[in-house]
């Protein structure tokens, strides 16, 4: 694939490699899909977003690069997580990289929140990132190891104000990690958490990105570049590979120096 993902890292252990991303139609995940693809992992990925995914995959194979398998889903059913996950097993061998990256950032207010949209965002930001872990633990156990990466915010460190759900949600993510990594250790699986900062999505763009904002990433960030989904995946496609065998339990933050 001849772009900018050439002047990077290439990770051998990555090759044939059997990748199961979420939320992997737009966004973050869409550049996750990319460069795993074109690290030529089997790659495997879920999305409610149909139209948009099939487009994906289809760049990819026509671009050289193996095609990654599409698998439509809701992430607020659990069971049809797990069949997806069940499903790519079948195609693309025990799933040995775990990339828990949908999720769901609108804005709301405390006073607006009802038992029904909490619940809602607590299943579309946090339920499925456990019981994705669950599905893919026994894969990875039989096969001597593997890695989950769970994706959390800078949220909940900064304390944003306009989305609680959301933030609690991704503060509980950390929590997650932990404990999973502490209970998966033993069977050389690793969980670490990737935190995002404030990223460049086209989405992101089209609703947040106005004078205000850009102000703000102005005042906060060390750096004065924008933060893109290519930063974010670069540094998930290095806790897949075997060069972080010895990372876990960790955050690692990419958000140009925000928090």
Same mark, same amino acid.
């Given at each position: $694939?001849?772009?900018? !993902?050439?002047?990077?890292?290439?990770?051998?252990?990555?090759? /044939?490699?059997?990748?199961?991303? %979420?939320? +992997?139609?737009?966004?973050?995940?869409?550049? @996750?899909?990319?460069?795993?693809?074109?690290?030529?992992?089997?790659?495997?990925?879920?999305?409610?977003?149909?139209?948009?995914?099939?487009? @994906?995959?289809?760049?990819?194979?026509?671009?050289?690069?193996?095609?990654?398998?599409?698998?439509?889903?809701? #992430?607020?059913?659990?069971?049809?997580?797990?069949?997806? *996950?069940?499903?790519?097993?079948?195609?693309?061998?025990? *799933?040995?990289?775990? =990339?828990?990256?949908?999720?769901?950032?609108?804005?709301?207010?405390?006073?607006?929140?009802?038992?029904?949209?909490?619940?809602? !965002?607590?299943?579309?930001? #946090? !339920?499925?990132?456990?019981?994705?872990?669950?599905?893919?633990?026994?894969? $990875?156990?039989? #096969?001597? +190891?593997?890695?989950?990466?769970?994706?959390?915010?800078? %949220?909940? &460190?900064? /304390?944003?104000?306009?989305?609680?759900?959301?933030?609690?949600?991704?503060?509980?993510?950390?929590? &997650?990690?932990?404990?999973?990594?502490?209970? =998966?250790?033993?069977? !050389?699986?690793?969980?670490?958490? &990737?935190?995002?900062?404030?990223? $460049?999505?086209?989405?992101?763009?089209? @609703?947040?990105?106005?004078?205000?904002?850009?102000?703000?990433?102005?005042?906060?960030?060390?750096?004065?570049?924008? @933060?893109?989904?290519?930063? *974010?995946?670069? $540094?998930?496609?290095?806790?897949?590979?075997?060069?972080?065998?010895?990372?876990?339990?960790?955050?690692?933050?990419?958000?140009?120096?925000?928090?």
């Amino acid at each position: $694939m001849n772009d900018e !993902r050439n002047a990077y890292a290439h990770y051998p252990s990555l090759k /044939g490699r059997s990748v199961f991303i %979420t939320g +992997g139609g737009s966004g973050i995940g869409e550049s @996750l899909v990319r460069h795993f693809c074109a690290q030529g992992s089997r790659v495997a990925f879920v999305d409610v977003a149909e139209e948009a995914s099939r487009r @994906l995959a289809g760049e990819i194979a026509a671009q050289g690069a193996p095609a990654p398998l599409f698998i439509p889903c809701d #992430l607020r059913d659990v069971e049809a997580l797990r069949a997806a *996950i069940e499903q790519a097993r079948q195609e693309n061998g025990p *799933i040995q990289a775990l =990339l828990n990256n949908a999720g769901n950032d609108d804005r709301h207010r405390t006073a607006d929140v009802t038992t029904a949209y909490w619940d809602d !965002r607590m299943a579309v930001n #946090l !339920r499925h990132q456990f019981f994705a872990a669950q599905a893919v633990r026994p894969q $990875m156990a039989a #096969l001597g +190891g593997g890695s989950i990466v769970n994706f959390g915010s800078i %949220t909940w &460190m900064v /304390g944003d104000p306009d989305c609680p759900a959301y933030v609690t949600a991704k503060a509980a993510v950390y929590g &997650m990690t932990r404990a999973l990594a502490r209970e =998966l250790g033993p069977e !050389r699986i690793r969980v670490n958490c &990737m935190v995002p900062g404030w990223v $460049m999505t086209e989405r992101q763009v089209r @609703l947040w990105l106005n004078p205000d904002g850009e102000r703000q990433i102005a005042e906060r960030q060390c750096l004065p570049d924008r @933060l893109q989904p290519s930063d *974010i995946a670069r $540094m998930a496609l290095f806790l897949a590979a075997d060069d972080s065998r010895m990372c876990s339990s960790q955050q690692f933050i990419v958000d140009g120096g925000w928090v």
